[in-house]
């Protein structure tokens, strides 16, 4: 073991203890030509080279190096192929699938103060990860996929999420740049033509280029609209009802009853705390409008307990009925909607527990969380790399040794 000085990027290893393993190739070895991977003749040598290597007992390892130029006939002058490590790197290939997996359980600014290098290097390390995985994952026995915008800047910035949603498989399959038809027409390009008519279920939101793009490239697929999108806009409607409620109220100088009752009409009543239930029971008694649409809201709940398409269409009816008979137009406008997208609807029905049906929303949930861990990216490529690495269920090369569990 020496104390050596070494300084890697902005940290360093001085007075730091470190093992460093001294290479030297055969007397009579050849060089590999790092372009064609032949071997060539000896031209000259360079400086010297450390690479990190994973570390031993808290001490950093590093190989000790002296890199040759080759002279191939085929691509010039080139470094030779060195299997510890691709192209300039400083860290072994090794070592780079080493931080990768840290960088899964950690943030990668924790993960690069453990190891002491920097989040660049432990960028680079999963984006080799992710690169390798993206190149051998296999994409054949895909049946149910879901599909959903993200908000990953302000300004109106969003990927397009598909996920593979089968029970046997749930991961982050593609991501597209831009809420667009042709962003998501790009999926099924991808995909392949024999992959997309294998297809047996998709999920969405009721966005018109969803729905036309579905039903022109998964032409064998059921369409299933998810009840979280659902529900989303039916909450929607009542917090517009109690907004508009609300306004009036205060115009016309009446007491104030609707405030602070947003989350009291909008949670599910299994959720609401004894003061909420207690506020509930007042707003009944006053009969307001805001109370006839959460009345609306809970009653819909009940379309996704059935197990017959023909009682659930039956109950669709009669509720689109009771809500445009209600006077209340953002519930007028959510029945238009529903009634527009009725086959859709009762297709949850049909597929209902034939896939994993709350797998969109879980994996939006998680995409979250990997955003505000990977704080600072300002491009999509970076995001891209962090969400593929830790939704994208990527595999590994069978040789790496150091995985964790």
């Not at 030509?33 to 001490?59: M, N, S, T, Y």
């Not at 509930?280 to 959460?294: D, G, K």
Request: with cysteine; net charge positive; hydrophobic share 40%.
């Amino acid at each position: 073991m020496d104390i050596h000085p070494f300084r890697e990027g902005k940290r360093s290893w001085r007075g730091i203890p470190m093992i460093q393993a001294h290479l030297r190739p055969h007397k009579r070895s050849l060089p590999i030509c790092g372009g064609c991977l032949k071997k060539c003749r000896v031209r000259d040598h360079l400086p010297e080279r450390q690479f990190q290597f994973v570390p031993l007992w808290a001490i950093a390892v590093f190989f000790v190096y002296v890199p040759r130029r080759c002279d191939c006939p085929r691509c010039g002058i080139k470094v030779e192929h060195m299997p510890w490590a691709e192209g300039k790197s400083p860290m072994t290939t090794t070592f780079a699938w080493f931080l990768a997996s840290w960088a899964k359980a950690l943030s990668w600014k924790e993960t690069a103060e453990r190891f002491r290098v920097s989040w660049q290097a432990v960028f680079h390390a999963v984006s080799i990860a992710v690169t390798w995985g993206l190149a051998h994952r296999n994409l054949d026995g895909i049946r149910s996929i879901g599909v959903d915008e993200f908000a990953w800047k302000r300004g109106q910035k969003y990927l397009v999420f598909v996920y593979q949603i089968d029970h046997a498989c749930k991961r982050l399959l593609w991501i597209g740049r831009d809420r667009t038809k042709d962003t998501f027409e790009k999926f099924f390009t991808w995909l392949g033509e024999p992959r997309s008519q294998a297809l047996t279920f998709v999920t969405s939101d009721m966005w018109k280029a969803f729905v036309g793009v579905i039903a022109r490239r998964a032409t064998k697929a059921v369409h299933v609209l998810d009840r979280f999108h659902v529900a989303k806009l039916a909450s929607e409607a009542v917090d517009q009802v109690r907004r508009d409620e609300a306004r009036s109220l205060r115009d016309k100088g009446k007491k104030p009853i609707l405030k602070k009752t947003r989350w009291i009409l909008l949670k599910n009543k299994s959720n609401l705390t004894g003061d909420q239930r207690g506020r509930l029971r007042s707003l009944v008694q006053a009969n307001v409008r805001s109370v006839r649409a959460y009345l609306l809201k809970e009653e819909l709940r009940r379309f996704w307990d059935y197990a017959s398409r023909a009682w659930a269409s039956r109950f669709l009816g009669r509720w689109c009925t009771m809500a445009m008979r209600s006077r209340l137009d953002p519930m007028k406008k959510l029945a238009t909607t529903l009634r527009r997208h009725r086959d859709l609807l009762l297709n949850w029905i049909a597929a209902k527990n034939l896939f994993a049906m709350g797998a969109t929303e879980g994996f939006n949930n998680k995409a979250r969380t990997v955003m505000k861990r990977a704080y600072g990216f300002r491009t999509p490529e970076h995001a891209e790399i962090a969400l593929f690495h830790a939704m994208g269920k990527l595999p590994e090369p069978d040789w790496l040794t150091h995985k964790f569990w």
